[in-house]
């Protein structure tokens, strides 16, 4: 059944352009709000949520539903998250209030995903959680692994101001069932996304797409915090993009070891990289805000499945320690 009641919880970068693209695009049948918090929130309420897409002059202005209470929501068809991995779990009982049964949980996340070994038919773990991932269990039990739709975003955008995101590129985002169905639901989002001129593909191996697009996360993002560099700067650097290349051998490492087929080599990752440009990325644009980083599932999950597969990660396990003590540095001078 196609989707009606649409809701974007954590319309930050990623969530606040799909809530923008998806509201000029969404029949007056169909409903769509945005859960968001803040001066960001505030703006949204007042102006509106304003998306510039890349080489665009002038905003597009949607006026969504916005609100920090999801209990003020209906239930939802479906939740597209655009949290941080490490902000999940706080949420987790806000995302239960919207759902009811059948509702389809779309969670854009870098990194390895809580739910990462639901249906896993590759790594003779299936079902295995992590209390790193998900403390507690609360997003298994509250959410539950059935209703997830796992995706990889190729999107590069930034909460510019208050009420207002940028794209860098025009990207896309790669969808998958845990099961590597394609489902009904699967094609169902593909279709709201292409009306809405989302970029999207389908796989039937979404595993595969996360441990490439983390060979790039686990090694641009904290070094590109610890630097306080762009992607450009990074890659123009010899001794910064030999470090990014020896994470992204460890990354693949793990990734095959756990039955992955982690199509892309690491010269292919570091040329692909090359392209990406002046961009700062999103564990950057953390620390430059004052936020706490997103670590656990780019980099400290390396080093987790690294483990479980007797796969040495050295550079990752360094980057590991450093970034932790950034990341505490950070929040303690936020305080
Ligand atoms: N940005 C990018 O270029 C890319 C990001 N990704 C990945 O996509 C995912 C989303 O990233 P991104 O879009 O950058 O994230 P953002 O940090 O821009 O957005 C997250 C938003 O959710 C808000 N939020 C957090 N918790 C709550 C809550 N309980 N209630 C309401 N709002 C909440 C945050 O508010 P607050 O700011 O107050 O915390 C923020 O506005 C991450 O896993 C990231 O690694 C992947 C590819 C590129
Ligand atoms: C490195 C980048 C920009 C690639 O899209 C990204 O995924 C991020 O900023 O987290």
């Not at 739709?149 to 794209?167: D, F, M, N, R, T």
């Not at 983390?214 to 123009?236: D, H, K, Q, V, Y």
């Not at 990406?276 to 987790?304: F, H, N, W, Y």
Request: proline share 4%; glycine share 10%; charged share 20%.
């Amino acid at each position: 059944m196609p989707f009606k009641n649409i809701c974007i919880f954590g319309a930050g970068a990623l969530g606040g352009a799909i809530a923008a693209k998806l509201s000029s695009s969404l029949g007056a049948d169909a409903t769509l709000s945005v859960v968001a918090r803040g001066a960001h929130l505030r703006a949204i309420q007042c102006d509106g949520l304003r998306l510039l897409e890349a080489g665009a002059n002038a905003p597009l202005v949607a006026r969504v539903e916005a609100t920090d209470d999801p209990r003020e929501l209906p239930k939802q068809d479906l939740v597209i998250t655009g949290l941080k991995g490490h902000q999940l779990s706080a949420a987790a009982d806000g995302i239960g209030h919207l759902l009811k049964e059948g509702t389809r949980v779309l969670m854009i996340l870098n990194g390895i995903p809580w739910w990462y070994f639901h249906r896993d038919q590759q790594s003779g773990h299936a079902e295995l959680q992590f209390d790193e991932l998900d403390e507690g269990g609360k997003l298994w039990h509250l959410i539950g692994p059935h209703r997830v739709i796992g995706c990889v975003a190729h999107q590069g955008a930034e909460v510019s101001s208050p009420g207002e995101v940028k794209l860098s590129n025009n990207g896309h985002f790669i969808l998958g069932e845990p099961s590597g169905e394609i489902t009904d639901d699967l094609r169902d989002v593909e279709a709201l996304f292409r009306r809405a001129d989302i970029g999207v593909k389908l796989s039937s191996r979404i595993r595969d797409d996360i441990w490439s697009k983390l060979m790039g996360n686990a090694s641009f993002n904290p070094i590109s915090a610890l630097t306080r560099s762009l992607m450009s700067e990074m890659m123009a650097d010899a001794a910064l993009s030999d470090q990014i290349g020896k994470v992204m051998k460890e990354v693949k490492a793990v990734g095959e070891a756990l039955g992955a087929n982690v199509g892309m080599s690491v010269e292919q990752r570091l040329e692909q990289a090359q392209q990406i440009g002046p961009v700062r990325t999103s564990m950057l644009q953390d620390l430059l805000a004052g936020k706490s980083l997103e670590i656990t599932p780019l980099v400290g999950m390396v080093v987790v499945l690294g483990r479980l597969a007797a796969v040495p990660t050295p550079v990752s396990e360094t980057m590991l320690a450093l970034v932790s003590r950034l990341d505490r540095e950070n929040c303690r001078a936020d305080m």
